[in-house]
């Protein structure tokens, strides 16, 4: 039976979207926490922002092999690496005593997400075919959302107090939580099929070969000015 022919098809959608939420989790978590992050590490403003938008240059960089790396390895362990990295990212904020360690551990976030943005859609394209797997895109990309605004609203109201009004103790808590879906992840989620053949062109080869078909040089462009929009005015 095809994959998209399988009702575990709907257990793959929700472990995405537990994987999705907490990539938003992750990603949204140090916006409310900057007040007590530059006074307890005594940071400037500039070196706040530099922090705030290193893991978007991290994850720039990562996604060039991230595709490479999931043909490979296929979407199982691929997912599960970049969680438990946007996780261990989270955690080792917890022992920042500067700017250096809490740029390196915000940083590394942007080294998991493009497992996690890169191979949601491939296990998508896997397990849902036609007008369902629409359903399951719109489905599962509602958990970087929900994710992201569970960390917005509820971080200083909710978790701060619950955990002592630590921001240490917060992003220790939401590593553990991160930590705790890759843990679901690998236990329930499944591979199927080939991993693909795309690493034996050589991604050089591939980019060249599609970047010539204009109905790819269109959404690239269309891609390259909604994300530029999007991140300057969310960010």
């Given at each position: 039976m095809a994959p998209h022919q399988m009702r575990y098809r709907w257990v793959m959608l929700s472990l995405l979207w537990l994987?999705?939420?907490?990539?938003?989790?992750?990603?949204?978590?140090?916006?409310?926490?900057?007040?007590?992050?530059?006074?307890d590490l005594h940071l400037s403003y500039t070196q706040m922002g530099f922090i705030l938008g290193s893991w978007q240059l991290t994850y720039i960089a990562a996604?060039?092999?991230?595709?490479?790396?999931?043909?490979?390895w296929g979407v199982r362990k691929s997912l599960f690496t970049g969680a438990m990295t946007l996780g261990l990212s989270s955690a080792l904020r917890y022992f920042a005593n500067g700017f250096g360690v809490m740029l390196a551990a915000v940083s590394l976030s942007g080294v998991g997400g493009p497992m996690i943005s890169v191979g949601s859609p491939k296990?998508?394209?896997?397990?849902?075919?036609?007008?369902s797997r629409g359903t399951a895109v719109g489905i599962y990309?509602?958990?970087?959302?929900?994710?992201?605004?569970?960390?917005?609203?509820?971080?200083?109201?909710f978790i701060m107090p619950l955990v002592g009004d630590s921001w240490r103790n917060t992003?220790?808590?939401?590593?553990?939580?991160?930590?705790a879906a890759c843990l679901v992840w690998w236990l329930f989620a499944r591979d199927v099929g080939d991993c693909g053949a795309a690493g034996?062109?050589?991604?050089?080869g591939l980019f060249g070969w599609l970047i010539k078909v204009r109905n790819v040089?269109?959404?690239?462009?269309?891609?390259?000015?909604?994300?530029?929009?999007?991140?300057?005015?969310?960010?």
């Open positions: 994987l999705y939420a907490a990539f938003g989790l992750i990603q949204r978590s140090i916006a409310p926490l900057v007040t007590p992050i530059l006074k996604a060039f092999i991230a595709g490479t790396i999931i043909d490979r296990a998508i394209s896997i397990w849902f075919k036609g007008k990309l509602t958990g970087a959302w929900i994710g992201g605004v569970f960390s917005l609203t509820l971080t200083n109201s992003f220790l808590l939401y590593g553990i939580v991160t930590f034996d062109v050589g991604m050089l040089q269109v959404v690239l462009a269309l891609g390259l000015l909604t994300f530029a929009v999007f991140h300057a005015l969310t960010n």
